[in-house]
């Protein structure tokens, strides 16, 4: 049986308190940890100082999702710092499956994230270097929008092309995850789900990754 994973995204979270809010989640399986330069996307948000502190700080593994130009030369930073894994853009990175060797190289898993509009086809020759696939289904850069359905054809796509290839890599999908739309993404192979206000605006964040968590699961037991 596959098992669902939720990470929530500390983009909704109060970065003034970003302790105290990494604990209000004690049992999500991962932190994603959204990176914004302000060029990439139209947002700025934190860096690697940041980072290094909530490492330091949270027990939790780290999921970086870096959404920054010039990738090949910042990603590897972030594994160095400890991070679980680490996640740069294909429309930003010159030499992917160096960096992803790279990454791998250093400790952190690799991930490769695909803006709504970039098609998943030329990379899936790229699986094997890889250790997770991140679907968007939003426009990246900011929190809060609505979940994009027109992003599940190509979330099938991805599942069935790794569920051929027989290796070990993780669907994610970042966007929009609510309770809903989690039925919908884990029905079309996602197995990570990224989820910010659906987690931090609940009145109990860790119960809501729990809720979020059940629900995926009986998407995926009720595909199989």
């Known amino acids: 049986m596959t098992a669902c994973c939720i990470n929530p995204s500390i983009?909704?979270?109060?970065?003034?308190?970003?302790?105290?809010?990494?604990?209000?989640?004690?049992?999500?399986?991962?932190?994603?940890v959204d990176v914004m330069d302000n060029s990439f996307v139209p947002n700025l948000t934190l860096g690697l100082?940041?980072?290094?502190?909530?490492?330091?700080?949270?027990d939790l593994p780290l999921d970086v999702h870096l959404m920054i130009d010039d990738?090949?030369?910042?990603?590897?930073?972030?594994?160095?710092?400890?991070?679980?894994?680490?996640?740069?853009?294909?429309?930003?990175?010159?030499?992917?499956?160096?960096?992803?060797?790279?990454?791998?190289s250093i400790g952190s898993k690799a991930g490769m994230a695909?803006?709504?509009?970039?098609?998943?086809?030329?990379?899936?020759?790229?699986?094997?270097?890889?250790?997770l696939l991140l679907i968007m289904t939003v426009e990246p850069?900011?929190?809060?929008?609505?979940?994009?359905?027109?992003?599940?054809?190509?979330?099938?796509?991805?599942?069935e092309a790794?569920?051929?290839?027989?290796?070990?890599?993780?669907?994610?999908?970042?966007?929009?995850?609510?309770?809903?739309?989690?039925?919908?993404?884990?029905d079309a192979g996602a197995t990570v789900f990224v989820a910010g206000s659906a987690v931090y605006g609940a009145d109990d964040p860790d119960q809501a990754v729990v809720r979020l968590r059940e629900a995926a699961q009986r998407a995926v037991d009720e595909r199989r």
Do not use: C
């Open 71 to 104: 990738a090949d030369r910042w990603a590897p930073g972030y594994a160095e710092l400890g991070a679980a894994s680490v996640t740069f853009h294909a429309e930003a990175a010159a030499a992917p499956i160096r960096l992803a060797r790279e990454l791998r």
């Open 162 to 186: 790794i569920r051929g290839s027989g290796l070990p890599v993780a669907l994610q999908v970042d966007g929009g995850i609510t309770e809903d739309t989690i039925l919908r993404a884990a």
């Open 49 to 58: 100082p940041v980072v290094k502190r909530i490492q330091e700080v949270s």
């Open 114 to 131: 695909l803006r709504p509009a970039t098609p998943v086809e030329p990379y899936l020759d790229l699986l094997g270097e890889l250790d």
């Open 11 to 32: 983009l909704s979270a109060d970065f003034a308190n970003l302790q105290a809010e990494l604990a209000r989640i004690a049992s999500a399986d991962a932190v994603h």
């Open 141 to 159: 850069g900011f929190g809060g929008q609505p979940f994009l359905d027109v992003m599940l054809p190509k979330i099938r796509r991805a599942a």
